[in-house]
């Protein structure tokens, strides 16, 4: 059993910057991939990116590259994701999540969510 608590979000101006965090419960968190996605108003959850259990492999989605980075520190059982030069499209609520194996599809675990808005 793994729990997941995500912060970091909030309020920010169109070009600024936010960095998430998520919290792991217990003492196998290094066993884990873990994922980061998004739901915004109305829409579907979309995938963001993920990261593999040592951290050496990370894929994030097209719409993010370059500007978003998954990392993690396995011995503060936290995954991070650094968001930069952040858009009013990529307002939602981030989730992140946590599965065993690189190539399976379906998520574990889920956090409740932080909301992120990026505004003027």
């Known amino acids: 059993q793994v729990q997941l608590v995500e912060s970091g979000g909030g309020l920010v101006q169109p070009g600024g910057s936010l960095r998430l965090s998520c919290a792991a419960s217990g003492r196998t968190f290094s066993s884990y991939t873990m994922g980061w996605f998004r739901q915004a108003p109305g829409k579907e959850r979309e995938f963001v990116a993920a990261?593999?259990?040592?951290?050496?492999?990370?894929y994030h989605t097209d719409s993010v590259k370059g500007r978003f980075t998954a990392s993690r520190d396995n011995a503060k059982n936290t995954v991070y994701l650094q968001m930069n030069s952040l858009l009013p499209d990529d307002t939602a609520v981030y989730y992140c999540?946590?599965?065993?194996?690189?190539?399976?599809?379906?998520?574990?675990?889920w956090g409740q969510g932080t909301q992120v808005t990026v505004s003027s």
């Open positions: 990261i593999s259990r040592s951290g050496s492999m990370t």
């Open positions: 999540a946590a599965k065993v194996g690189w190539s399976s599809t379906e998520y574990d675990y």
